[in-house]
């Protein structure tokens, strides 16, 4: 039986909308930017309802959870 050997493993892969963008290195800076501003927000946020013992109520320990989950969620998808 003989053997198809016209398909070939690709070597890498390429974003074609990110090639035609013009000024792209603006749009991951602007990227950067947003997720810095997003980490320092929700450590702040984190860091605020963690100190004061009159927020350890269930409602702002949904709040912290939902920080807990949007740096997470910003760290796997925006690097």
Known sequence: MEQN???GRPVG???MGFQSLPESNYYFLFLAFVYVGTLLGNFFLMTV???SEALHTPKYLVV???SVVDV???TVLVP
């Open 49 to 51: 309802i963690w100190q």
């Open 72 to 74: 997470s969620h910003s």
């Open 13 to 15: 892969f390429f974003i």
């Open 64 to 66: 912290f959870s939902l």
């Open 5 to 7: 050997t016209t398909f």
